[in-house]
């Protein structure tokens, strides 16, 4: 993609798309820039992957076709306000911030200007993320063309209308942490029998990983893979009906409905 392309903000997420960019480039590096907040971090994004950074919002946004906006939801309205006079009717903003809607980014950028909203999750820092897209009515193909190769650059994406944004969240952006909980749970219970907590971590990780990666490359329902697991009076049934005995499925998606339900709130 020949464009010039702005990352605001390089904590967990801008790192990451920074990272998938900067891999995915085969011309010159010089066509990204980053802003981040402190000196420090500047330096060190500059030197592990070799672009300019700056601590000047305006000075990384200029003359970019593309900037993303990867800072704290709550910084949005006061970052956009911050860049407006230092781009033009074309460039393309992209947020990744939960409840943060095309609706008031139009109120501060007008309608007219290319917006995409984007929710992505934190294996894009291994290019595994998951990023639901959504653009608003000002943003030509090309613009969203351009968004799908960004986020593929970290990861899979889905085209989704702003409305399904809200179950993108609960079910693969901010859902991530109820993997991590499960695998360490799953690794407690592996050291409460005596494997130590490395041994215990790696078995369950490279389970959750391998599961996914089965499901994903077989064509069968997860249900019948579940069954698959196990046999008459074994082990694996008897932890099937003690979850559910536990409501191991309902607390999971009540747990994703919450995350929906408070992205629906903050987009109020
Ligand atoms: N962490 C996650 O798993 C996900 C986060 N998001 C969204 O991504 C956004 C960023 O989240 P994280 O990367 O986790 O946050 P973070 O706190 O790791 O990174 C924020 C970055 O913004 C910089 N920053 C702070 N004030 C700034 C300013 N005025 N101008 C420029 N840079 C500034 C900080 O120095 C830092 O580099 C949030 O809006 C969040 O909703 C979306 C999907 C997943
Ligand atoms: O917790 C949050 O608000 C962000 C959105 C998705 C993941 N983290």
Known sequence: MDKKIAVIGTGNMGKAIIQGLVSHSNDSLNSITAS?????????????????????????????????????????EEVITEIIPIISQHTLIISIAAGFTIGQAEELLGGNQPFIRAMPNLAAQVGESMTGIVE??????TDINDAIIIFNAIGRTEMVTEDLLHAVIGVSGSSPTLVFMLIQAMADSGVANG????????????????????????DTHPEKLKDNVCTPGGTSIQMVLEAEKQNYRHTIQSAIQAGIDKSKELSK
């Open 36 to 76: 981040t907040r402190t000196d420090q971090e500047a330096q060190n994004i500059q030197e592990e992957f070799g672009i300019n950074v700056f601590t000047n919002n305006q000075l990384a946004a200029k003359n970019s076709d593309i900037i993303i906006l990867a800072v704290k939801p709550y910084l949005l």
């Open 136 to 141: 608003n009515s000002s943003c030509s193909d």
């Open 195 to 218: 494997l130590t907590r490395e041994q215990s971590l790696k078995l369950a990780t490279q389970m959750v990983k391998g599961c996914a990666t089965y499901l994903e490359q077989s």
